[in-house]
């Protein structure tokens, strides 16, 4: 099992000042959420989101939504599935209701996670194909 040492895990939240958009505290928002560069919600959110990027779901945050983002970093509340290229962050208080797809999977003491945990490297997986399954044998009869 491997063990990432404190400087090697991921950041848990930009600085303000590396944030393309925030959708802040008191505001809801339903749609289609696409964008480049960080995005931070701190309001209601219904819909999808859809990035290469990072999505930071701040404390007091309630998604209602499908996303697929590159690395998602969430201290509030995600209903629905995550799918993340690189990384999923949950730190406390978060509460996530969905199952979640990752390489990477960072969960903090204290955080509700309610769904099913799939780990592995999302850009190289294919779909899984049956294995072949090799013919028995011929058996001669004796006579």
Do not use: W
Request: overall charge neutral; proline content about 6%; aromatic content about 2%.
């Amino acid at each position: 099992m491997a063990m990432l040492k404190r400087e090697d895990a991921p950041t848990s939240a930009p600085a303000n000042n590396d944030l393309n958009a925030l959708l802040g505290k008191g505001s809801e928002f339903e749609g289609k959420l696409t964008f480049e560069g960080t995005v931070r919600i701190d309001g209601k959110f219904t819909g999808s989101v859809n990035t290469s990027d990072v999505l930071v779901v701040g404390e007091g945050a309630k998604l209602n939504a499908e996303v697929t983002c590159g690395t998602i970093i969430v201290h509030g509340e995600v209903n629905g599935n995550i799918r993340a290229k690189s990384a999923i962050e949950l730190h406390h208080p978060a509460k996530v209701r969905g199952n979640i797809e990752t390489p990477s999977l960072m969960i903090e003491k204290g955080v509700i996670f309610e769904g099913q945990a799939r780990m592995e490297n999302l850009e190289k997986a294919a779909p899984a194909k049956p294995a072949a399954v090799p013919a028995p044998a011929p058996v001669a009869a004796k006579a």
